[in-house]
């Protein structure tokens, strides 16, 4: 890791808020190559996790980029780099004038970040503190190839008796909830909430690489 601090900064912003995370991930993959605003306003607007966010496309690229993780660079109407020297002496009315657009674009630090909450990096941290869940987890991603709701996901967990198998590495006496192994698929980036919990693309591909 190149910088360590730069690193922290990114990954802090990032997992402040869990309703944003996937976003904030996605905006940091997908502009890995250069990006003008209205591109990424687009594509974090088709992200089925944007519906949960609180903050606008936007802001959450405005949050990046204060924490180290995008870079910004102003534009003119011809999509070209507006330099400090351009904009010597102009007054506000003409600065909004010049700048017509915004160009962003991942850091390293950024990079790094994304690259640590890839998918599958994410699943084998998962499976590397539960070995035993392995199957149970891809036991839940198969069941939620549909919507399910929580009650009905749930019933699926207790009656396939699904959390024996991380109940077996916990301490004695440790209670588990189904809502468990949701949180954990979800947090790994394997469920997400769309009008039930549903397999992502990365939990598809998992069950289809395992």
């Known amino acids: 890791m190149e910088n360590e601090d730069e690193f922290n900064r990114v990954y802090d912003s990032v997992t402040k808020q869990p309703l944003h995370r996937e976003v904030l991930l996605a905006i940091l993959s997908y502009c890995e190559t250069s990006r003008d ?25 405005q949050q990046l980029v204060a924490a180290g993780g995008l870079t910004c660079t102003e534009l003119d109407a011809q999509g070209n780099e507006v330099l400090p020297a351009a904009k010597e002496g102009l007054s506000e009315d003409e600065l909004d004038d010049l700048v017509q657009g915004w160009r962003y674009e991942t850091t390293n630090a950024g990079k790094q970040v994304a690259a640590y909450f890839a998918p599958a990096r994410r699943m084998a941290r998962l499976l590397d503190v539960h070995p035993t869940a392995a199957a149970a987890y891809s036991q839940v991603m198969c069941f939620c190839e549909q919507p399910r709701s929580r009650n009905d996901l749930a019933a699926f967990i207790e009656r396939e008796h699904l959390l024996e198998t991380i109940q077996a590495v916990l ?5 588990l909830r189904p809502s468990v192994l949701m949180d954990k698929l979800e947090a790994a980036g394997m469920l997400a909430w769309q009008n039930g919990w549903t397999i992502t693309d990365a ?6 690489e395992g």
């Not at 301490?171 to 209670?175: D, L, Q, Y």
């Open 37 to 61: 605003q209205a591109a990424i306003e687009a594509h974090v607007a088709s992200l089925p996790e944007a519906a949960g966010a609180m903050q606008s496309p936007y802001r959450l690229m």
């Open 171 to 175: 301490p004695k006496g440790s209670e």
């Open 203 to 208: 939990g598809r591909r998992y069950l289809q």
